[in-house]
């Protein structure tokens, strides 16, 4: 079945950068966009981006821009996330997505367990 | 960015009742309109696409309808497991925006 497992949790110092894997399973990996949300404490889903493995094509929320950077590695299945000049507002989780996407359908169709971000001195 | 109204925002409701989610969105987004549940463990999983079809594997209790900009998610009869927090995401337009989000608990 398809699964998405993601790295473990991390304590990050402010200003640093901090680097996130989505490993893929049980379906072909270059096929489908992989998509990022965000999920601060407490609070709803942020759409961060996403990413065509196949191509490494990319899609942002201009939100994120400059603060996300999605590549992947198509030998191991897996896509990556960095988040760079880290602050208290990128303390979440965050989780991968696999997107099915044709014609009008567009959903995150499989969702990783999510990944603890914590940022602190 | 296109904004999504969930109401309400916390729902108190019972075994076997019958409960309605709305979410509306700030301008027409044409039936590009997701539901997912989230369960207390963080677990996310999808239930509906394209406004009204059922996820594959999803029970037949969920339902989902709405056109223009007003939406709705129906679960027929509440089962223990459907206590969760529920979310609606359109794709109409990018960024794909979510709804607040609605708590649905154990009265």
């Known amino acids: 079945q398809v699964k998405l497992l993601q790295s473990g949790a991390a304590l990050v110092k402010p200003g640093a950068s901090v680097k996130m894997s989505c490993k893929a399973s049980g379906y072909t990996f270059t096929d489908y966009w992989v998509s990022w949300v965000k999920q601060s404490h407490g609070k709803s889903l942020e759409w961060i981006g996403e990413i065509y493995p196949n191509s490494g094509a990319t899609n942002f929320n201009e939100k994120f821009k400059g603060k996300a950077t999605l590549t992947v590695d198509k030998s191991t299945s897996t896509a990556y996330m960095e988040l760079s000049r880290l602050t208290s507002e990128d303390s979440a989780i965050y989780y991968c997505?696999?997107?099915?996407?044709?014609?009008?359908?567009?959903?995150?169709?499989?969702w990783g367990q999510g990944a603890s971000v914590t940022v602190s001195s | 960015d296109i904004q999504m109204t969930q109401t309400p925002s916390s729902m108190p409701a019972s075994l076997g009742e019958r409960v309605t989610i709305s979410c509306r969105a700030s301008q027409g987004i044409s039936n590009y309109l997701n539901w997912y549940q989230q369960k207390p463990d963080g677990t996310i999983k999808p239930l509906i696409y394209y406004t009204s079809n059922l996820q594959s594997g999803v029970p037949s209790r969920f339902s989902g309808s709405g056109s223009g900009t007003d939406y709705s998610l129906t679960i027929s009869s509440l089962e223990p497991e459907d206590f969760a927090m529920y979310y609606c995401?359109?794709?109409?337009?990018?960024?794909?925006?979510f709804g607040g989000g609605t708590k649905l608990e154990l009265k």
């Open positions: 995401q359109q794709y109409d337009s990018s960024p794909w925006t």
């Open positions: 997505t696999r997107v099915y996407n044709n014609y009008e359908d567009y959903v995150m169709d499989a």
